[in-house]
């Protein structure tokens, strides 16, 4: 079991451009979440979804993130038109239904925007 | 206002000491309570689960949750450099709605 995969490590972007953040969750997990984490906000959850579909998108910024996951092997986080203020950790996790049921999360993707 | 609130936001001890964190949420219809370790460069990584009153001790950690207080503490004993992280705690409901709700985080240093 490799664990949560997320690709790539780092990433840096200029301004206006576009960013996708990948994430391969655990085989057989049914649940996928996206995190953002900076210094100053701490973790702050973004979307997450059941068997692919998605759940709760309470947490994304409306007008240039979005998320899919086409598949149960992949997600995607997709920012349009990077801005500074997207600096940050972004962290992809997997777990099992239920909040009973830990969260496995990935490395992090660390985006920075110049 | 968030959910769970954690403190102190940074704390050192000594090697071989105690380190005690403490989490407080505001939420009634949380029911399962997690405690979260990242050390730097890697993801947050789930230390030990707590879902009843009272005490779980997994060899050096000790999780103490009071429901009815909506509080929960991690005391680590015989603290090693190791422990040097990030500690999250996590709460979540019990049906439903799958998500986590984390605190801010409490820094670990622990001097050799």
């Known amino acids: ?13 200029g ?3 576009e960013a996708t953040l990948w994430c391969e969750p655990i085989s057989g997990h049914s649940a996928v979440f996206w995190y953002r984490q900076t210094i100053v906000q701490g973790l702050e959850f973004l979307t997450y979804f059941r068997n692919q579909a998605p759940i709760d998108d309470s947490g994304m910024p409306k007008e240039r993130f979005s998320a899919q996951m086409p598949n149960q092997s992949h997600s995607t986080l997709k920012i349009q038109s990077t801005q500074p203020q997207d600096s940050a950790v972004y962290l992809c996790a997997s777990s099992f239904w239920g909040g009973a049921y830990e969260q496995y999360f990935g490395p992090g993707t660390r985006l920075t925007v110049l | 206002q968030q ?13 071989g000491g105690m380190a ?5 949420s505001s939420d009634r219809n949380f029911q399962y309570f997690w405690w979260y370790r990242q050390h730097s460069g890697e993801g947050p990584k789930a230390l030990m ?16 949750l009071n429901k009815a207080s909506l509080h929960v503490s991690l005391h680590i004993r015989d603290s090693q450099p190791s422990d040097s992280a990030l500690y ?13 709700y984390f605190g801010k985080g409490t820094s670990l240093t622990v001097i050799p």
């Open chain 1, 1 to 13: 079991n490799a664990g949560v995969i997320q690709t790539p490590r780092h990433k840096v972007t």
């Open chain 1, 15 to 17: 301004k206006g451009q």
């Open chain 2, 3 to 15: 959910k769970v609130q954690q403190s102190p936001e940074s704390l050192s001890v000594p090697e």
């Open chain 2, 20 to 24: 005690s964190l403490n989490c407080t």
């Open chain 2, 49 to 64: 689960s707590i879902f009843s009153d009272g005490d779980k001790k997994e060899g050096r950690f000790t999780a103490h």
């Open chain 2, 88 to 100: 999250f705690c996590a709460a979540s409901e019990p049906t439903g709605y799958q998500n986590f």
